[in-house]
């Protein structure tokens, strides 16, 4: 037997080398195939994930188009209202329909930065301030809740109550 080994070891040793390379072929294919696998799967995960954001944000994308579209709609119901209604006609709640300011008097829940800029005592900053604390409150329910604005008091009050209305 020694001597067939020694006949044949050039052959057997390439036979060695070329199994111990197909090896080694054969494990580098695996690993690349298994990080190739591992990409495909974190791009698939990824995708799922930025669906789920697209997703996400279609809804919120539909849900602002919707609350745009109501907006609008209430734009376009006031602005007939206000261009329908008759000159002096008052509205259920007691406003002028269309105006802000009567005869004089400004009305503190609807009237603009410059109409309430108008009244005695009342510059652009009051007049923005009365302006933003409406906004803040859903408006005045009492002319003396004016008192309440950052700088206006009983004795500015008592300049002008008698020019402002609800």
Same mark, same amino acid.
């Given at each position: 037997?020694?001597?067939?080994?020694? =006949?044949?070891?050039?052959?057997?040793?390439?036979?060695?080398?070329?199994?111990?390379?197909?090896?080694?072929?054969?494990?580098?294919?695996?690993?690349?195939?298994? #990080?190739?696998?591992?990409? *495909?799967?974190?791009? *698939?995960? $990824?995708?799922?994930?930025?669906?789920g @954001?697209?997703?996400?944000? $279609?809804?919120e994308?539909?849900?602002?188009? $919707?609350?745009?579209?109501?907006?609008?709609k209430?734009?376009?119901?006031?602005? &007939?209202?206000?261009?329908?209604?008759?000159?002096? #006609? &008052?509205?259920? /709640?007691? =406003?002028?329909?269309?105006? /802000? #300011?009567?005869?004089?008097?400004?009305?503190?829940? $609807?009237?603009?930065?410059?109409?309430?800029? /108008?009244?005695?005592?009342?510059?652009? *900053?009051?007049?923005?301030?009365?302006?933003?604390?409406?906004?803040?409150?859903?408006?005045?329910?009492?002319?003396?809740?004016?008192?309440?604005?950052?700088?206006?008091?009983? @004795? #500015?009050?008592?300049?002008?109550?008698?020019?402002? &209305?609800?």
């Amino acid at each position: 037997m020694g001597a067939v080994i020694e =006949k044949y070891r050039f052959a057997i040793g390439a036979v060695l080398i070329l199994a111990i390379l197909a090896g080694g072929g054969l494990l580098a294919y695996r690993l690349n195939h298994q #990080t190739a696998e591992s990409k *495909v799967d974190d791009q *698939v995960e $990824t995708q799922t994930a930025d669906q789920g @954001k697209i997703n996400q944000l $279609t809804a919120e994308n539909e849900a602002l188009k $919707t609350k745009i579209g109501e907006l609008e709609k209430n734009l376009a119901d006031l602005q &007939t209202a206000q261009a329908t209604a008759p000159a002096g #006609t &008052t509205k259920s /709640s007691g =406003k002028v329909a269309g105006a /802000s #300011t009567v005869s004089g008097v400004v009305n503190i829940n $609807t009237a603009t930065l410059s109409e309430l800029d /108008s009244l005695p005592e009342i510059g652009p *900053v009051y007049a923005q301030r009365i302006i933003d604390y409406r906004t803040a409150n859903g408006g005045f329910k009492t002319l003396e809740e004016i008192i309440n604005v950052n700088g206006i008091g009983e @004795k #500015t009050f008592e300049k002008f109550k008698d020019k402002i &209305t609800l």
